[in-house]
């Protein structure tokens, strides 16, 4: 089993910034990717951004340019810095990591408990 942490999250001012912070503890060595997910209320899950396990990344369009995710493998840790937030930030954001293999199946996803992000316009 994989544990997750995430940790950042909070209530800020448009324009302003946040950095969300995953910790990865277990058998992180069933893992070698990484994602952030976020779920706003009354709607689905989607996808925020990720980093393989070779270090490319993926933006979804309504972030891009303002988030970056990062990774310390060292510290098993992947982080997500958001930058020119918006009101429609405002969501429960979730890490998942998971085992990426060659050609982009993946399997042993884990999720963290999430953490809130308050965006006030």
């Known amino acids: 089993q994989v544990q997750l942490v995430e940790s950042g999250g909070g209530l800020v001012q448009a324009g302003g910034s946040l950095r969300l912070s995953c910790v990865a503890s277990?058998?992180?060595?069933?893992?070698?990717?990484a994602g952030w997910y976020r779920q706003a209320p009354g709607k689905q899950r989607e996808l925020v951004a990720r980093?393989?396990?070779?270090?490319?990344?993926f933006y979804a369009g309504s972030v891009k340019g303002r988030f970056t995710i990062s990774r310390d493998n060292a510290k098993n840790t992947v982080y997500l810095q958001m930058n020119s937030l918006k009101p429609e930030d405002t969501a429960v954001y979730y890490c998942s990591a998971y085992r990426e293999y060659v050609g982009g199946s993946t399997d042993n996803r884990y999720w963290g408990q999430g953490t809130q992000v308050t965006i006030s316009s």
């Open positions: 277990g058998r992180t060595f069933s893992i070698n990717a």
């Open positions: 980093i393989s396990s070779g270090g490319s990344t």
